[in-house]
Structure formats: structure tokens, C-alpha cells
Nanobody, 117 residues
């Protein structure tokens, strides 16, 4: 019943910006972890960034200083602001909600981000 709907992907030139959004449909218990993963061609899915219910964040070294994760708990939505995009950021980006206290994990359908000149 619950699904995560992603939006905001697309084609952008190096140095450009994109903002990804991911919102849960229907009612859910607020996730204690919201995050973004990505999977480039031929690569395994990797964690990009995560934000906790308390607002603590972690970023992969490759995106630190360029990407910003935020969440709106009232809307069950997580955002990923991506600035100064590089070709190596090209990947399918997947949002992920986790609630360890409810033992659920939800994945978004993925949105393609392509950084190319």
C-alpha cells in the first residue's frame, strides 16, 4: 500500500544543480532514518546520505559539501539538494525510509540523474 514516489531527476550539465524529492503515499509511522542511495552503471548501490529523525546527517565523502539532505516529517518527505554536480554523480538515485521500531524498509522507484556536457 505504501510507496515512495521520487521526482526531480533529469539531465544537467556539470556544475549544475538538481533537487530530488521523495514522499511516501499514505500514512506511515515517521521513519527514524531517511536516506538516498545511488547506483551507477556497473556499480553496486551505495549510500549517498542519510538523515535521522533528530536531524543528524551523514554524507559520503564524494558528495560532502555539495549535497544537502533535508526532511519534512509532517509531509513524510525527504529532499536531496545537489549542487556542483559532476559526471561521476550520474546514477539512478533511490530514496529509502527505515523505521527500525516498526521493522519496515521502503524504497523509491529510482530517478535517473545524468550529469553530462
Amino acid at each position: 500500500q505504501v510507496q515512495l514516489v521520487e521526482s526531480g531527476g533529469g539531465l544537467v550539465q556539470p556544475g549544475g544543480s538538481l533537487r530530488l524529492s521523495c514522499a511516501a503515499s499514505g500514512s506511515i509511522y515517521s521513519p527514524n532514518f531517511m536516506g538516498w542511495y545511488r547506483q551507477g552503471p556497473g556499480n553496486q548501490r551505495e549510500l549517498v546520505t542519510v538523515i535521522t529523525s533528530g536531524g543528524s546527517t551523514n554524507y559520503a565523502d564524494s558528495v560532502k559539501g555539495r549535497f544537502t539532505i533535508s526532511r519534512d516529517n509532517a509531509k513524510n518527505t525527504v529532499y536531496l539538494q545537489m549542487n556542483s554536480l559532476k559526471p561521476e554523480d550520474t546514477a539512478v538515485y533511490y530514496c529509502n525510509f527505515r523505521a527500525t521500531f516498526r521493522n519496515y524498509t521502503y524504497w523509491g522507484q529510482g530517478t535517473q540523474v545524468t550529469v553530462s556536457s
